[in-house]
């Protein structure tokens, strides 16, 4: 994304109308690198930096989501609202634990939420004050696509501005769910198909399942200790309200209860481990009986068979006649029929 010009490629966007509201979710479908949304109901997918200093004069609340800023664009926006080095710093820097970092009138986040990518994660990096939100992210957040249309058709809920950040981090806390719920169901899938026939790509692909839930767990786990710390009022958000930051317990809730499920799946996934090396087992135990079975038929046979084919004298003079070979014959089937029947009643076979 290139640095906000000086002459506007704009486009403002009156929520109401059908029409511009379907072109602007296409627009936000396709993940446009910059987007305003402000409480009047104006939405800009291009905005340039009168447009945000503007709003910054007039106290006019707005909600500004960077995607995939160059670190021009980092700069230009820690001159435009004043933000910290260190805060500018930090949002320059990916891969982080997710934190809230309090400054003089503004607080610095950094929050997980789902994705459709590689690793299944989205980071976001939040500027949150009274009269403005800032996100910068640099994967696609599916969650932002819901709620950014959703205040395309109600901009009037964007004049509740301290709960902008509550549905921000709760859409992003939210989007877990569904992901967890489709592995809940694949792990049962697995468990049938390895039932059915396992085979190596099962066992590889649950090992991929437990990676990606590490990797989750990691974010999950210290996103749940920032949401304590707000809900137990040891750091703020400037600007929050006493009501918004009741709101807040509902997203700590939600992060325990993300934080069982994911414990619960790691379990099960170690127990669809368990089952597909126990099939295993099962099924080269079942193998080896049956090579054990034949081998013990064919024994006496091949005994019998190799003592008489033996070329002495008597042998070759003596057994000539059919009788000895019928009888030879019978009693390798009486064998057989014995050692069959010897397995069955031991219920070896």
């Not at 905005?47 to 200093?53: G, K, M, Q, S, Y």
């Not at 918004?244 to 317990?249: A, E, G, M």
């Not at 597909?276 to 064919?298: E, G």
Request: aromatic share 10%.
């Amino acid at each position: 994304m290139e640095s906000l010009p000086d002459e506007p490629k704009r486009s403002d966007l009156a929520p109401s109308g059908g029409a511009a509201l379907e072109e602007t979710a296409a627009l936000l479908a396709d993940g446009t690198n910059l987007t305003l949304v402000d409480a009047t109901g104006v939405v800009l997918t291009s905005p340039v930096r009168a447009d945000v200093e503007q709003r910054l004069r007039d106290k006019t609340y707005f909600w500004l989501d960077l995607h995939q800023p160059t670190p021009a664009d980092i700069e230009m926006i820690g001159e435009i609202f004043e933000f910290h080095p260190l805060a500018l710093e930090d949002s320059s820097h990916f891969e982080q634990r997710p934190k809230i970092d309090p400054y003089d009138d503004y607080a610095f986040l950094v929050v997980y939420g789902a994705s459709g990518d590689a690793d299944g994660l989205v980071e976001v990096h939040c500027f949150s004050a009274e009269h403005y939100l800032v996100t910068v992210r640099h994967d696609d957040c599916p969650a932002f696509v819901n709620l950014q249309a959703r205040y395309m058709k109600r901009p009037d809920t964007l004049s509740d501005e301290s709960m902008l950040i509550y549905h921000v981090v709760d859409g992003l806390t939210d989007s877990f769910f569904p992901a967890l719920s489709d592995m809940d169901e694949r792990i049962d899938t697995l468990q049938q198909e390895i039932f059915g026939e396992p085979h190596e790509r099962q066992l590889q692909e649950v090992f991929e399942m437990k990676q990606r839930l590490v990797g989750v767990r990691r974010v999950i786990a210290p996103q749940r200790d920032m949401f304590a710390q707000l809900v137990g009022n040891v750091v703020s958000i400037p600007g929050i309200s006493d009501e918004t930051s009741r709101y807040f317990r509902d997203v700590y809730d939600h992060l325990i209860r993300l934080s069982e499920m994911i414990d619960s799946y790691r379990d099960l996934l170690t127990g669809v481990i368990d089952v597909y090396l126990s099939t295993i087992a099962n099924r080269r135990d079942q193998i080896m009986k049956q090579l054990t079975v034949l081998a013990a038929v064919f024994l006496p046979i091949t005994y019998i068979t190799g003592y008489f084919g033996q070329n002495f004298g008597y042998l070759v003079d003596h057994i000539k006649s059919p009788l000895t070979l019928a009888i030879g014959t019978g009693l390798q089937l009486l064998t057989v029929i014995a050692i069959l029947g010897f397995f069955k009643k031991r219920r070896w076979i």
